[in-house]
């Protein structure tokens, strides 16, 4: 305990003495943080957004609106009581942010960049898959919840405990932490479901991506006959595509299987089935079936949408087509991964050249349709040139969370963006990590993101324990 007590001292020491700016000279181009946080918009209840300064400098100042802080090196680290008095004060407002450094012996202050700190908050949890970024599909996978409004991390999966099995994504039904659903996988495996804290084994076969009805009672999924494949351009690395798919409905309260051969036709490849936020519709894509992996290229999924009674728990009988794949070069169309904003309004989607796995698709993209209007924007302030997926919507409609390889094409990493009243996105930002170094040294790739309202309350001893019940069986 002593020897912490005098290594805080030093650190605090250190700080306290940092130098000040003198004669300072004047740059007209921005900072070069990392992460690029310049002109974000942020929400009132978002962690600090600590940063490095990527230049060889000996001292840094940073002046955010009311808070300056001093710090020896590029590191730039808030007290996180400061921020929230920070962020409390800014609410609705924007905050000037000027950095000045010393690099060789000399004072340099950068551009000013701004803030703009929105009052709608974005849902303070996220859950995400920590996974190697290699070509295997899966090795040591972790599943974390993070708390956004600081810096606490649990794990609600985690290889050690569940003898290295594969786990895929854990999803809320309407953000709601106490109605969830993740998969283990391997012998003895099944759907972890979560309710109120009290933890079940489901035995759906085969099923893979899946959402929640309205009500909680249904849950749509897909099951997938999934193959990888390896491309000879280091540029995609990794394919994977799927032989066999259907969309079913899983009745949760009988225990029974609802299809349709509307949704399950031999000759198409139906997968990404999700509910509308009033449950009247299921939204899925569809591709025609293709040589593979051959013509993969050819594989081009369109959007449609098929109605549902939740009373009944019937399917309709009519598809519709939102957006019809092409596969022109000029216009990538294939769509995945369809996701709703909880107020109905928009329908965000990830666009790719072809196929079904868009993490190693470096033209992948998101797009957002207007549900109202059916505009479509192509959300050229949030997209890069490497791949932007696996998103989820905040519980009040104004945020939205991404996985993007913006920064090395390699590891995936959480993106919050804005999206107004207007339905104008703003420029994203990374989630905020307490020591601006952490980018840096992670060596796992954040899967698929999704935003809760709160604390799921369960964690990794809860799910090894339910691994071991007997399955509750479907049919």
Request: proline share 6%.
């Given at each position: 305990?002593?020897?912490?007590?005098?290594?805080?001292?030093?650190?605090?020491?250190?700080?306290?003495?940092?130098p000040?700016?003198?004669?300072?000279?004047?740059?007209?181009?921005?900072p070069?943080?990392?992460?690029?946080?310049?002109?974000?918009?942020?929400?009132?209840?978002?962690?600090p957004?600590?940063?490095l300064?990527?230049?060889?400098?000996e001292?840094?100042e940073?002046?955010?609106?009311s808070?300056?802080?001093?710090?020896?090196?590029?590191?730039?680290v808030?007290?996180?009581?400061?921020?929230?008095?920070?962020?409390?004060?800014?609410a609705?407002?924007?905050?000037?942010?000027?950095?000045?450094?010393l690099?060789?012996?000399?004072?340099?202050?950068?551009?000013?960049?701004?803030?703009?700190?929105?009052?709608?908050?974005v849902?303070?949890?996220?859950?995400?898959?920590?996974?190697?970024?290699?070509?295997?599909?899966?090795?040591?996978?972790?599943?974390?919840?993070?708390?956004?409004?600081?810096?606490?991390?649990?794990?609600?999966?985690?290889?050690?405990?569940?003898?290295?099995?594969c786990?895929?994504?854990?999803?809320?039904?309407?953000?709601?932490?106490?109605?969830?659903?993740?998969?283990?996988?391997?012998?003895?495996g099944?759907?972890?479901?979560?309710?109120?804290?009290?933890?079940?084994k489901?035995?759906?076969?085969?099923?893979?991506?899946?959402?929640?009805?309205?009500?909680?009672?249904?849950?749509?999924?897909?099951?997938?006959?999934?193959?990888?494949?390896?491309?000879?351009?280091?540029?995609?690395?990794?394919?994977?595509?799927?032989?066999?798919?259907n969309?079913?409905?899983?009745?949760?309260?009988?225990?029974?299987?609802?299809?349709?051969?509307?949704?399950?036709?031999?000759?198409?490849?139906?997968?990404?089935?999700?509910f509308?936020?009033?449950?009247?519709?299921?939204?899925?894509?569809?591709?025609?079936?293709?040589?593979?992996?051959?013509?993969?290229k050819?594989?081009?999924?369109?959007?449609?949408?098929?109605?549902?009674?939740?009373q009944t728990?019937?399917?309709?009988?009519?598809?519709d087509?939102?957006?019809?794949?092409?596969?022109?070069?000029?216009?990538?169309?294939?769509?995945?991964?369809?996701?709703?904003?909880?107020?109905?309004?928009?329908?965000l989607?990830?666009?790719?050249?072809?196929?079904?796995?868009?993490?190693?698709?470096?033209?992948?993209?998101?797009?957002?349709?207007?549900?109202k209007?059916?505009?479509?924007?192509?959300?050229?302030?949030?997209?890069?040139?490497?791949s932007?997926?696996?998103?989820?919507?905040?519980?009040?409609?104004?945020?939205?969370?991404?996985?993007?390889?913006?920064?090395?094409?390699?590891?995936?990493?959480?993106?919050?963006?804005?999206?107004?009243?207007?339905?104008?996105?703003?420029?994203?930002?990374?989630?905020?990590?307490?020591?601006?170094?952490?980018?840096d040294?992670?060596?796992?790739?954040?899967?698929?993101?999704?935003?809760?309202?709160?604390?799921?309350?369960?964690?990794?001893?809860?799910?090894?324990?339910a691994?071991r019940?007997?399955?509750?069986?479907?049919?």
């Open positions: 305990m002593k020897k912490l007590v005098y290594l805080l001292t030093i650190l605090t020491l250190c700080v306290a003495c940092a000040t700016p003198k004669d300072v000279q004047q740059s007209d181009q921005l070069p943080i990392y992460p690029d946080y310049c002109e974000v918009t942020i929400p009132e209840n978002i962690a957004l600590n940063f300064l990527r230049a060889n400098c001292a840094i940073v002046k955010a609106g808070l300056t802080i001093h710090a020896r090196g590029n590191e730039a808030f007290d996180i009581d400061d921020w929230e008095a920070l962020m409390e004060q800014s609705g407002k924007e905050i000037d942010v000027t950095i000045t450094a690099i060789d012996g000399r004072w340099i202050q950068y551009k000013t960049f701004h803030w703009q700190v929105v009052t709608d908050q849902d303070p949890y996220l859950t995400y898959r920590l996974i190697e970024p290699d070509y295997e599909i899966w090795n040591n996978v972790q599943i974390q919840q993070r708390c956004v409004e600081n810096f606490e991390t649990n794990a609600l999966g985690h290889y050690e405990q569940l003898d290295n099995r786990m895929n994504c854990h999803t809320f039904a309407n953000q709601d932490p106490n109605l969830s659903m993740m998969y283990v996988r391997g012998e003895n099944g759907a972890i479901l979560n309710q109120n804290g009290k933890l079940s489901l035995s759906i076969p085969g099923s893979v991506y899946f959402g929640f009805s309205p009500s909680g009672r249904y849950i749509t999924y897909s099951t997938q006959q999934i193959i990888p494949a390896f491309h000879s351009l280091a540029s995609k690395r990794l394919e994977v595509f799927d032989a066999k798919s969309v079913f409905v899983a009745d949760m309260e009988q225990h029974r299987i609802i299809s349709s051969p509307l949704l399950s036709d031999s000759l198409k490849l139906e997968t990404f089935p999700t509308s936020p009033d449950g009247k519709y299921i939204y899925y894509c569809v591709s025609d079936s293709v040589s593979l992996p051959m013509e993969i050819q594989l081009q999924y369109s959007l449609v949408r098929i109605p549902f009674d939740e728990g019937a399917i309709g009988t009519q598809v087509t939102l957006l019809r794949a092409t596969a022109s070069p000029q216009s990538k169309t294939s769509v995945c991964h369809p996701r709703i904003s909880p107020d109905g309004r928009y329908l989607y990830t666009v790719a050249d072809y196929g079904t796995f868009p993490i190693w698709h470096p033209e992948a993209d998101l797009q957002m349709m207007d549900l209007t059916g505009r479509i924007d192509s959300l050229a302030i949030v997209n890069s040139e490497k932007d997926t696996y998103h989820s919507w905040s519980s009040n409609s104004r945020w939205f969370v991404f996985a993007s390889k913006r920064d090395d094409g390699l590891y995936g990493k959480p993106y919050f963006c804005y999206v107004d009243k207007e339905g104008k996105a703003h420029k994203p930002f990374c989630l905020p990590q307490e020591h601006p170094t952490f980018y040294n992670n060596l796992k790739s954040f899967n698929a993101p999704e935003l809760g309202k709160g604390k799921v309350p369960f964690d990794v001893d809860d799910v090894a324990e691994i019940q007997e399955a509750l069986i479907f049919k």
